[in-house]
């Protein structure tokens, strides 16, 4: 579901949100138009529109973990997190985490890829957002699901700044709802 569908129709920080995306053509390989978020966080004023917009949907919904997805759901779900008043875990790719870890292996559109997770970092019960940039396929919001419910968590949401209207992995989310402020971008009129 789209902010925009939501109670946020005709809302201005969306458009300043999506204003804000650099789109750079051909990245990183040639065909792909790749949505660049850091030019989002060099905009104070739209990175807090996100964090903000995020804030207001998740604040009242007993949520006790921010998972974000490495590595720029690094970038929104700590705020978040502070926030509501949950805690943030970090889902990393393999080999970044000390410690004894769980790992959720993921196919990509050539290949595969895994998250990994501390143990110990989420307790049965507990519920959760998974938290991310962008949304195209769902493989990688997928394995975030799957990694916080074989611990016992609940996943309540998933959520990404940008994501197609028509996310082909929408149903590798397994029931669970997503939700997206804005669209992919098409052209750069941005830095």
Same mark, same amino acid.
């Given at each position: 579901?789209?902010?925009?569908?939501?109670?946020?129709?005709?809302?201005?920080?969306?458009?300043?949100?999506?204003?804000?995306?650099?789109?750079?053509?051909?990245?990183?390989?040639?065909?792909?138009?790749?949505?660049? $978020?850091?030019?989002?966080?060099?905009?104070?004023?739209?990175?807090?529109?996100?964090?903000?917009?995020?804030?207001?949907?998740?604040?009242?919904?007993?949520?006790?973990?921010?998972?974000?997805?490495?590595?720029?759901?690094?970038?929104?779900?700590?705020?978040?997190?502070?926030?509501?008043?949950?805690?943030? $875990?970090?889902?990393?790719?393999?080999?970044?985490?000390?410690?004894?870890?769980?790992?959720?292996?993921?196919?990509?559109?050539?290949?595969?890829?895994?998250?990994?997770?501390?143990?110990?970092?989420?307790?049965?019960?507990?519920?959760?957002?998974?938290?991310?940039?962008?949304?195209?396929?769902?493989?990688?919001?997928?394995?975030?699901?799957?990694?916080?419910?074989?611990?016992?968590?609940?996943?309540?949401?998933?959520?990404?700044?940008?994501?197609?209207?028509?996310?082909?992995?929408?149903?590798?989310?397994?029931?669970?709802?997503?939700?997206?402020?804005?669209?992919?971008?098409?052209?750069?009129?941005?830095?």
């Amino acid at each position: 579901m789209f902010a925009a569908e939501n109670g946020l129709k005709g809302d201005p920080r969306l458009q300043a949100i999506s204003d804000s995306i650099r789109v750079v053509p051909d990245f990183p390989k040639k065909g792909i138009m790749f949505q660049d $978020i850091t030019t989002l966080l060099l905009d104070h004023k739209a990175f807090k529109h996100t964090v903000d917009i995020f804030v207001d949907r998740y604040r009242d919904m007993g949520i006790s973990v921010v998972a974000g997805v490495e590595a720029r759901g690094f970038m929104f779900g700590p705020p978040i997190a502070l926030a509501i008043g949950a805690k943030f $875990i970090p889902l990393r790719k393999p080999g970044k985490l000390p410690g004894q870890v769980i790992s959720e292996s993921y196919e990509l559109e050539y290949g595969t890829d895994c998250l990994e997770m501390h143990v110990g970092a989420v307790q049965p019960g507990e519920r959760a957002l998974v938290i991310d940039d962008l949304v195209a396929t769902g493989g990688t919001l997928s394995a975030a699901i799957r990694l916080l419910e074989r611990v016992g968590a609940e996943v309540v949401e998933c959520a990404c700044v940008i994501g197609l209207r028509e996310v082909k992995g929408q149903r590798r989310l397994n029931g669970k709802p997503l939700y997206i402020l804005v669209e992919p971008r098409e052209i750069d009129n941005c830095c």
